[in-house]
C-alpha cells in the first residue's frame, strides 16, 4: 500500500501514523523489518502511538508501542 507522508519511502512522524493507522499486515512487516535495521527510528514510533494511548480502542498504536517498549 502506498502511504500518505513516505518521502521517498523515508519513514517521516506523520507516514508513521499512516502506517500504524491504515497500513496492512505486510506494511507492518515492513515497518518492523526497517526498525531492526534503524534503531533511531523506534523513538519515532513511541512519539507517534504516545497521543493515541490514552484512547483504548487504539489498539494499533497501543501495539506498536508495546512492540517498542518490549523489543
Not at 519513514?11 to 501514523?17: F, I, K, R
Amino acid at each position: 500500500m502506498k502511504h500518505r507522508h513516505l518521502n521517498h519511502e523515508r519513514y517521516t512522524l506523520a507516514g508513521l501514523d499512516d502506517v500504524i493507522a491504515r497500513g496492512k499486515l505486510a506494511d507492518w512487516k515492513a515497518l518492523r523489518d526497517e526498525m531492526r535495521r534503524d534503531p533511531a527510528l523506534a523513538p519515532k514510533v513511541t512519539k507517534v502511538c504516545r497521543p493515541k494511548l490514552s484512547d483504548p480502542y487504539a489498539q494499533r498504536y497501543h501495539f506498536w508501542a508495546n512492540y517498542v517498549r518490549l523489543r
